[in-house]
Structures are given as structure tokens and as C-alpha cells.
């Protein structure tokens, strides 16, 4: 029996509150878990459950729920100066040392920012500075863009018509005229029974037939995540970037690296373009780096376009109210001073990632189980209607679902994407939290086994 609060909550959920992503039909049957508070790694529903954490929010809490740190500076950013704006040549302390930091902390020369509010904006932010670069470098025509089916790139209309997923095209008339998709390197799905090595430069050379099948000379840019988070965790094999990069140099196409999910320390480096072992043009950052407390999000530029941006004489004309918004700046800079002081910009690379990824491979003699993948602290468990063969559930996606409702009940956040159970915990997750991550997914598997029948 819920307590009226809840319930309260919930009716006025249902009548007045539009949820991204969601059936509301199906929301409102059900009505809302609503989530009342958090510290480290775990959330409190509305009635006192206590739930870890295992997707860090929107794989965003970094630092973990709930710091006292941040919220002294909230308080202490909004006493000095609540806001002001960066347009009419005007600029904020906490915007200016955020930018600063940010330079350091990625590869030499990538060094100049322009802020958003949301890995959405900073997406759509790519899109008009490449055509705007293209436009100042006399190749007006080069504008087609390159992404993946299973590429996520937010919900703007130019961002979601970089992300590949139909369901999300087709009801908005999208994608754009100029914005192609290829597919995956997914072994698990598109690489089945392929050597891992050759299918990865199967995978990159799809972009290679992209860009001539446009014509090189119209290609402005590839986008892409360096393991692709909403599509469901996907790890390329190792010849995967490499080869990509020598596409885009040699056909003179940009490389952006959407780190809105790989960054800050998600995959055992500060960025997943490290770990994978490439060198972007354009960085796109969000969620982490203000580990989700307040939003704020950022493109990153290298020499290459940013020297041609900001020696233009022609105004940038794009930018939004909120661009390096203060607090926001402020709230920043402490979580990744945190995260330095607390080393979770490569702790997912050290014994931690190594217990995630051993204690969850033991998951993988569950007969549900077809496959585990980690990196980092990112993971997928996929689930299969046979695990010898690796013959999936139809329809996709339904067996994940019943998973991650048991997941929840047990006291577990875990994502299902189609029927891969995802996880993503805060980067300061604990051994002790992992086994318990383990032990609860396990029993969420054995009762989803039952369920199904
Ligand atoms: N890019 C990637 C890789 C993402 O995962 C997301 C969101 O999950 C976005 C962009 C969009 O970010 P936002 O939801 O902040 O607009």
C-alpha cells in the first residue's frame, strides 16, 4: 500500500507532467517511482526503498550522490554572482577557469570551449560549427554528415538527426536531408562469428564507402561516441578507431568524439577517444562534467577548427543564455576538482574496473546469459533465448524489461537496452558494492527466468 504522498505525487504526475522517452499510457498505469533522495552510490524512493544506483543517474554522477562540496559552492557562486551572461564580450570567472581547466585536462590543443546546457545542444553546437568552418573554409558543399544507427546524439532537431535510432526519426519526420547513418561495430550483433581484429575494419571501412558514395568532397564530418552507450554499450573491436581515423584524415573528413557519456573518467581515462586510441577534431562533453549535479555541457575545439572559428571576423552567431552559466561553472570546476583529488578520472582503468569486470563475468554462466562486456565502468550483460547459439528473445526488448523491473524491485538500477542489461555505477563505487550489484542482478536474472517461463 503506497502512503498518500506517494500517491499524491503520482496523480499529479500523471495529469500535469510530460516524461521524456516514455508511454504515457503505460506511465500512467503504473504511475511514477519518484525518487526523494540520494548519497554516494544509492537513491531513495518516496517510500524509503533503497536502490543502488547502478546507471550513476543517467551515467552521469561521477563523484557519487549527494556532496556536500558542491553544495557549498552553489551557495557561495549564487551569493557572489548569480548569473551573468558571455554574449556583448562579457565573460564569468568560474566560466573562464572551466574552460582553463578543461584544457589541461584534454590532449594538447584542444583548448578552446564553447558551453551548452545539454549533450543535445552541444551536438546541435557541432553540427552548425562544422558547416560554419566548412562555410570559412570555402568548401561550402561539404556538408553531409556520417553517424551510426545505434549512434545517440540527443533529441535537437540536428542532434537527433545525428543519433541513428529510427524509432526516434520516424515519428518527427527526421533525420535532416544531409545526415547518413552506417552501422555498428557490434560484435555481438553485427560481428557474429567474425574475427574480432577483422570485423572492426569491416566496421570502419562502412565509412569509407559512405564518404564515396556521397563523394568525399560533400562529407564534413563523422560523429561518433567511442563506445556507444545508449546503443546498448557497444565496444568496437581494437582496429576499429585506428582505421576510422585514417578514413576521416585521408578523406578529409572531421572527427568528432561525442563524450557526452565516455568522458570524465567513464571508461578508465578522462576520455574515451584515449582509451580507444584516436585523436578527435571536436570533443562533445556533458553529464560528467558536472557529474549530473546542475546542467552544463561543452564543445571542445581542436586547432584545426578552432583556430579558423575564432580568427573569424564574422561573427559566431550562436550561443545560448545560459553558455558558461556561473554556478554551473563554478559546480564544474569543484567535481572535477574532486575527481582529481579523488583519482576517478583513471580509477575505472585500476583494480576497480578489474573487480567489475571479473565479478560480472561470473554472471555469464547464467542461462540467460550470452554475453558480458565491460570497459571501464561501463557494461553490458545481454540476455538470449540460447546461449549456445546466441539466438535472441522476439520481440527484442521485452525479456530486458521484465529484468530491469526486477532489477528495481531487488533494489537495483539497471538499464535494459533491448535485452542488454546496462550499468554504469558512480566512478567511486566500492568492491563491496559491486558484489551486491552482482548478487541482486543475478537474483533479478533467476526471477526473470521464472517469469518467462
Ligand atoms: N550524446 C550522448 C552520447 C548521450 O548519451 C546523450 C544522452 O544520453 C546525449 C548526447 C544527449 O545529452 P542530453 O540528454 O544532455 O541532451
Not at 546546457?117 to 562555410?135: L, R
Not at 555481438?188 to 556521397?214: H, M, N, S, V
Not at 563523422?222 to 546503443?231: C, K, L, M, N, S
Request: proline share 6%.
Amino acid at each position: 500500500m503506497l502512503s498518500e504522498q506517494t500517491r499524491r505525487w503520482q496523480e499529479l504526475d500523471a495529469r500535469h507532467h510530460f516524461h521524456p522517452f516514455t508511454t504515457h499510457k503505460e506511465l500512467a498505469e503504473k504511475g511514477a517511482r519518484i525518487i526523494t533522495r540520494a548519497e554516494g552510490c544509492y537513491v531513495w524512493d518516496s517510500e524509503g526503498h533503497k536502490i543502488l544506483d547502478g546507471m550513476a543517474g543517467l551515467w552521469c554522477t561521477q563523484i557519487g550522490h549527494g556532496r556536500e562540496r558542491l553544495a557549498r559552492i552553489a551557495h557561495d557562486q549564487i551569493r557572489q554572482l548569480d548569473y551573468y551572461n558571455a554574449f556583448f564580450q562579457c565573460a564569468t570567472p568560474p566560466a573562464v577557469e572551466l574552460a582553463a581547466k578543461l584544457a589541461q585536462l584534454l590532449p594538447p590543443g584542444m583548448d578552446r570551449f564553447h558551453f551548452v546546457n545539454s549533450g543535445s545542444e552541444a551536438n546541435d553546437t557541432v553540427i552548425k560549427s562544422v558547416w560554419y568552418y566548412w562555410n570559412l573554409m570555402g568548401k561550402p558543399e561539404k556538408k553531409h554528415f556520417i553517424s551510426r544507427t545505434l549512434g545517440y546524439h540527443g533529441v535537437g532537431v540536428g542532434s537527433a538527426s545525428l543519433t541513428g535510432m529510427r524509432f526516434m526519426h520516424e515519428p518527427f519526420d527526421l533525420p535532416l536531408p544531409r545526415f547518413h547513418h552506417i552501422g555498428n561495430p557490434y560484435p555481438w550483433i553485427e560481428g557474429r562469428g567474425k574475427d574480432p581484429a577483422a570485423f572492426g575494419l569491416e566496421a570502419a571501412r562502412w565509412l569509407e564507402e559512405k564518404i564515396l558514395e556521397l563523394g568525399p568532397e560533400n562529407v564534413a564530418a563523422f560523429v561518433a561516441e567511442p563506445i556507444q552507450g545508449a546503443g546498448g554499450v557497444i565496444i568496437p573491436p581494437e582496429t576499429y578507431w585506428p582505421e576510422v581515423q585514417r578514413i576521416c584524415r585521408q578523406y578529409d573528413v572531421l572527427l568528432v568524439s561525442d563524450e557526452v557519456i565516455c568522458g570524465f573518467g567513464r571508461t578508465g581515462s578522462w576520455w574515451g577517444h584515449e582509451t580507444m586510441g584516436f585523436e578527435p577534431d571536436i570533443v562533445s562533453m556533458a553529464k560528467g562534467l558536472s557529474s549530473g549535479y546542475v546542467p552544463i555541457a561543452a564543445v571542445a575545439f581542436g586547432r584545426r577548427v578552432g583556430d579558423v572559428i575564432f580568427a573569424g571576423e564574422k561573427e559566431y552567431a550562436h550561443g545560448v543564455t545560459y553558455a558558461g552559466h556561473p554556478v554551473c561553472a563554478a559546480i564544474a570546476l569543484e567535481n572535477i576538482r574532486i575527481m582529481e583529488e579523488e583519482g576517478l578520472g583513471t580509477r575505472a582503468s585500476g583494480p576497480i574496473g578489474a573487480y567489475f569486470r571479473e565479478r560480472l563475468t561470473t554472471l555469464a554462466d547464467h542461462p540467460l546469459v550470452g554475453e558480458v562486456r565491460t570497459k571501464g565502468l561501463l557494461a553490458c550483460v545481454e540476455l538470449c533465448k540460447d546461449k549456445a547459439t546466441g539466438e535472441l528473445f522476439q520481440p527484442v526488448g521485452k525479456v530486458g524489461l521484465v529484468c530491469r523491473d526486477l532489477c528495481v524491485e531487488n533494489g537495483l538500477v539497471m538499464r535494459a537496452i533491448r535485452d542488454g542489461m546496462v550499468l554504469s555505477p558512480p566512478l567511486i563505487v566500492t568492491e563491496e558494492q559491486i558484489d551486491e550489484i552482482v548478487t541482486k542482478a543475478r537474483t533479478s536474472l533467476d526471477q526473470t527466468l521464472a517469469a518467462i517461463g
